[in-house]
């Protein structure tokens, strides 16, 4: 069972990047799929989540208009399209699986907005 982020980086404030998150070892589409973030000395803090057919999204009032997430359950992969960035986006990005009381969390990818 694996969950395994990529896409993070460094970029400039008003800048865009896509996460990735490759699952394998579960039944994804069965899966509600969630993006967490945590900043450095803040507890983490949910961003986004997809239903497991993709047909309802939520947001974070912070990241709201801003962030999109998405999933493609024929790769096992979802996805963060985060624009317009801000400094205070940086933080490790979590991907996150949920079906009933089971749960799998990723290992991070770092994220740092910063000119």
């Known amino acids: 069972v694996q969950l395994v982020e990529s896409g993070g980086g460094l970029v400039q404030p008003g800048g865009s990047l896509r996460l990735s998150c490759a699952a394998s070892?579960?039944?994804?589409?069965?899966?509600?799929m969630s993006w967490y973030r945590q900043a450095p000395e803040k507890e983490r803090e949910w961003v986004a989540t997809i239903s497991s057919a993709g047909g309802s999204t939520t947001y974070a009032d912070s990241v709201k208009g801003r962030f999109t997430i998405s999933r493609d359950n024929g790769k096992n992969t979802v996805y963060l399209r985060m624009n317009s960035l801000k400094p205070e986006d940086t933080a490790v990005y979590y991907c996150?699986?949920?079906?009933?009381?089971?749960?799998?969390w990723g290992q991070g990818t770092q994220v740092t907005v910063s000119s």
């Open positions: 070892g579960f039944t994804f589409s069965s899966y509600v």
């Open positions: 996150h699986a949920r079906e009933g009381f089971s749960q799998r």
